[in-house]
């Protein structure tokens, strides 16, 4: 089965440009998360979805950041514009709601995108 | 104060020693837990869930002691493959659902 799917892996840009982070989901997958993860503050949640409907943006760093679900098996994460604090591994995670219990279970992490920006 | 904190470690150990991990959280309201296990340059995949009673997956034991508000995971007999950073996680239902925090991980590495 495929895992989730993260692109791109890496990218190298210039500040003040527009970056897109892209993820697919594990089909049957409801919860969507984006993770930004650095040396300094570890992993931090930017933002999350359930069933395509963000639930809690507030990690979201500044309004550089947006982030989109138009459909189940597509998410975007967007930089306008970045700058070089920016650069960090952005991991997007699925998870399915446990059962009875109305929360996320387990995890899946795609294998991130490395994100540097000069 | 951070919702959970982790000795960064590092930790080296040889192989066959014993090696025990803690993690901290702030929110009595917290309540799952988890130990995830991140390789170098890798994404973070689960390890094992923590409960109340305590759980053992083969060499790896955690424990839970609410009171004190700390988790921990053993590792007995360590493996050169253990080497990895060890995640703690937290989840509890605040104001938002399902809301999940880490730890920013225990680097372990186990050497021959």
């Known amino acids: 089965d495929a895992g989730v799917i993260q692109s791109p892996r890496h990218e190298v840009t210039e500040m003040g440009q527009e970056v897109t982070l892209r993820c697919k989901p594990i089909s049957g997958h409801d919860y969507l998360f984006w993770y930004r993860q650095t040396m300094m503050r570890g992993l931090e949640l930017l933002i999350y979805?359930?069933?395509?409907?963000?639930?809690?943006d507030s990690g979201m760093p500044e309004d550089r950041f947006s982030a989109k679900m138009p459909n189940a098996s597509f998410s975007t994460l967007k930089i306008q514009p970045s700058e070089p604090r920016d650069s960090a591994v952005y991991f997007c995670a699925s998870s399915f709601q446990s059962f009875g219990t109305g929360e996320p279970g387990e995890l899946f992490f795609g294998e991130g995108s490395r994100l540097t920006v000069l | 104060r951070k919702e959970v904190e982790q000795d960064p470690g590092p930790f080296n150990v040889p192989e066959g020693a014993t090696v025990a991990f803690n993690c901290t959280y702030s929110n009595s309201a917290s309540q799952s837990f988890f130990w995830y296990r991140q390789d170098c340059r890798k994404e973070p995949k689960l390890l094992m869930s923590?409960?109340?009673s305590g759980n053992e997956d083969g060499r790896f034991t955690a424990q839970l002691n609410r009171a004190s508000q700390y988790i921990s995971l053993l590792i007995r007999d360590s493996k050169l493959s253990d080497s990895a950073t060890y995640l703690c996680?937290?989840?509890?239902?605040?104001?938002?659902?399902?809301?999940?925090?880490f730890g920013r991980g225990t680097q372990l590495t186990v050497w021959p």
């Open positions: 923590v409960y109340s």
């Open positions: 979805f359930n069933n395509n409907v963000p639930i809690d």
């Open positions: 996680v937290v989840m509890y239902r605040g104001s938002t659902l399902g809301r999940l925090y």
